[in-house]
């Protein structure tokens, strides 16, 4: 007869063969993979921040932290020229406000820089800047992580445990994650939000059907309902995909609607409102700025021309026709090219012929048919979005789950029952899905972002101006960034230069770098839009300009300048 001890260690044993202490290692064991996995990508893809668009986010994050308040030290002419049109005059020893952003994405790196003290007036640049690697890295790491996650936990309760643990490591393993979670940008945190809005609508659906009480099905409810309305706080974009979440609620409950889909749509409402109060209140929309990047980089404002604008004028009749020839022109490249990156292709493939089947189980079909909707409407939105393709990436994990799902069933419909024959299978699927990344790992190796964004000078040059002095560049994002100094973006004309220069706040510096010397020579800098910088960049100074003492960086090159209005060096 088995004594006490080894009745204990007997059950211990067992309970690590088949039963839950099995289930706890095998969870360690793939947490730590995908934790190993995202380090490597990071670890040899990550150079720093090398885009402005998430420089912008950094910066607004800091200034968050710092108790600055939701404010932007790198406003452009547009955003200048708007203020002051809706009579919003901001103070001259004050930030001015966002109004082009969502704001979840900078409150979270802003409770990170605070949690960890990685403010930016005292990150230490080595190598890679402490802030970046410290929080903005592992923020959507962590948010990576969150979707893997929800998406296995979806898959479980859609499919099968198998196809769970499939979907999730496709997805994980696929370039548009990993790239997602060392951009800077806030498309991690928004496919989490994403994700976890279908897995709760599914989740209320099913909890209704079990049983229509309010107590039963309200929490998935209020869970779907929020991430929907964070995810709209954290991409504005990300509000339209409330219709396809509506859509599901409204096919899965079949009776008695009008108490859920209510609530989901106050709660929604409720979560959003008050932003679009404090919108209102500081720049006269509830969207401030945001709608008008519907008519950026078109015909009527090519490139950057609209933020570099002043007073840029708007007229209703060419404003539209500018937008639709954007809309048809990015539309075609969306639908022919970025729709099927989605995925890493082959489950995107696998998600499209999946409509060609039904599958057992209604809720399935109901989930599916949304997501297809919620695609189709993110694609029109993203055309009229500049790297519009970028905010497909939400719904990848929804994509790569069904994908998978129907990879199975076919494998059950052709009966593949002997067991090398599916492992080859469905090691052939994991490899197609995960050889662009694994050929990233092992093949490039990028280097700093430099030109133009090298911290160690960008700081070089913010430090030489007071921290209440303006700069003038044309890269205002890395200034206020990692310069902390009030960055205003290189207005279109000189006039507007000098405008600002005399009526908004003094400017007491100049930085001019490969952003605008790298620009065409004929049709951008001698007849186009850099015409009026074009001799300030050759080094003739107009003779009234304020900012006469100049440098040239880095020291003995011509790559660089730097304008002040007195010798700072």
């Not at 003779?543 to 100049?550: E, K, R, T």
Request: aromatic letters at 10%; a positive charge; proline letters at 6%.
């Amino acid at each position: 007869m088995a004594g006490p001890d080894e009745g204990r260690t007997l059950s211990v044993v067992n309970s690590l063969q088949s039963g839950r202490g099995m289930q706890v290692i095998r969870v360690g064991l793939s947490v730590v993979g995908a934790c190993a996995l995202l380090a490597i990508y990071a670890h040899t893809q990550f150079r720093g921040l090398a885009d402005e668009d998430a420089m912008h986010y950094a910066q607004v994050g800091r200034n968050l932290a710092e108790g600055e308040g939701f404010a932007t030290r790198a406003p452009t002419p547009a955003v200048i020229g708007y203020l002051h049109e809706q009579g919003r005059d901001v103070a001259a020893d004050k930030l001015y406000p966002e109004i082009e952003i969502a704001p979840v994405f900078p409150l979270l790196q802003a409770m990170g820089f605070r949690a960890f003290g990685l403010s930016q007036s005292r990150a230490k640049i080595a190598g890679r800047y402490a802030p970046e690697i410290g929080w903005i890295v592992p923020l959507n790491m962590l948010a990576c992580l969150g979707t893997c996650a929800l998406l296995y936990g979806m898959g479980r309760r859609l499919f099968s445990r198998r196809v769970a643990l499939l979907a999730a490591g496709l997805y994980l393993a696929g370039h548009a994650a990993l790239a997602d979670t060392i951009s800077g940008h806030p498309y991690s945190v928004a496919t989490f939000l994403v994700t976890g809005a279908f897995f709760g609508a599914l989740r209320a659906v099913v909890r209704w059907r079990e049983r229509p009480d309010l107590a039963h099905w309200i929490r998935p409810m209020a869970c779907a309902a929020l991430c929907c309305g964070l995810a709209g706080l954290t991409l504005y974009a990300l509000l339209i995909l409330a219709i396809p979440i509506f859509v599901l609620l409204w096919c899965g409950i079949d009776q008695r609607r009008f108490v859920p889909l209510a609530s989901f749509v106050a709660i929604v409402a409720i979560v959003i409102l008050p932003w679009a109060i404090r919108n209102q209140v500081t720049s006269g929309s509830p969207y401030g700025l945001a709608p008008y990047v519907a008519i950026e980089d078109s015909v009527l404002f090519p490139g950057d021309t609209f933020d570099r604008s002043l007073n840029p004028a708007v007229d209703r009749v060419r404003g539209r026709r500018a937008m639709a020839m954007k809309f048809w022109e990015n539309l075609t490249h969306m639908v022919s090219n970025e729709f099927w990156k989605l995925g890493g292709g082959v489950a995107m493939a696998l998600f499209v012929v999946s409509f060609l089947s039904r599958f057992e189980r209604e809720e399935v079909n109901h989930v599916r048919w949304a997501v297809a909707l919620a695609l189709s409407v993110l694609i029109g939105l993203a055309s009229l979005m500049p790297s519009g393709g970028r905010l497909l990436h939400v719904l990848v994990p929804m994509i790569v789950l069904f994908g998978v799902a129907y990879f199975f069933q076919l494998m059950k419909d052709y009966e593949l029952d002997i067991p090398i024959v599916r492992t080859m299978i469905i090691a052939t699927l994991i490899g197609l899905s995960a050889l662009p990344v694994a050929l990233t790992i092992l093949t490039r190796r990028p280097g700093i972002p430099y030109p133009p964004y090298y911290a160690p000078l960008v700081r070089h040059v913010a430090n030489m101006l007071e921290p209440q002095e303006w700069l003038c560049t044309d890269i205002p994002q890395a200034a206020a960034w990692y310069g902390h100094r009030t960055s205003v973006k290189l207005p279109l004309r000189l006039d507007d230069f000098y405008r600002i220069h005399d009526r908004v706040h003094r400017f007491h510096g100049l930085y001019l770098t490969s952003v605008t010397a790298d620009r065409a020579y004929i049709s951008d800098l001698v007849l186009g839009a850099e015409k009026d910088w074009y001799p300030i960049l050759n080094r003739r100074v107009p003779a009234d300009f304020p900012l006469a003492q100049g440098v040239s960086l880095p020291p003995g090159t011509t790559e660089q300048l730097f304008l002040t209005d007195r010798v700072r060096w």
